[in-house]
């Protein structure tokens, strides 16, 4: 059974940095892209970074690029978001999610595409 867990999240001041990671078991992690998400309260889930199976390139939404980022360790079977120079708008719920691809190395930026999800992670950021 496939099973995402985020952790790292937590309450932190406007440029302060927090460390997510999500654990996937029940998978062959290296046939998955990944993702990761984020609900702020009020809002609708939205995109925030993606990363191809190989961890050859990723992609971020406008709104973080530059301070966050994404990488995975397939050894681990776990992937990372560092987020630096975090500000309230930032706070919400995050989620990350896998893709499983038969082949290719594509990234995923639409919620749709993706086929497991995690139980997500809080951040809070205070101002």
């Known amino acids: 059974q496939v099973q995402l867990v985020e952790s790292g999240g937590g309450l932190v001041q406007a440029g302060g940095s927090l460390r997510l990671s999500c654990a996937a078991s029940?998978?062959?992690?290296?046939?998955?892209?990944m993702g990761w998400f984020r609900q702020a309260p009020g809002k609708e889930r939205e995109f925030v970074a993606a990363?191809?199976?190989?961890?050859?390139?990723?992609y971020y939404a406008d709104s973080v690029k530059g301070r966050f980022t994404i990488s995975r360790d397939n050894a681990k079977n776990t992937v990372y978001l560092q987020m630096n120079s975090l500000k309230p708008e930032d706070t919400a719920v995050y989620y990350c999610?896998?893709?499983?691809?038969?082949?290719?190395?594509?990234?995923?930026?639409?919620?749709?595409?993706?086929?497991?999800w995690g139980q997500g992670t809080r951040v809070t950021v205070s101002s």
């Open positions: 990363i191809t199976r190989s961890g050859a390139r990723t």
């Open positions: 029940g998978v062959t992690f290296s046939s998955h892209g």
């Open positions: 999610a896998s893709k499983y691809l038969v082949s290719g190395d594509s990234i995923y930026t639409r919620d749709a595409a993706y086929d497991f």
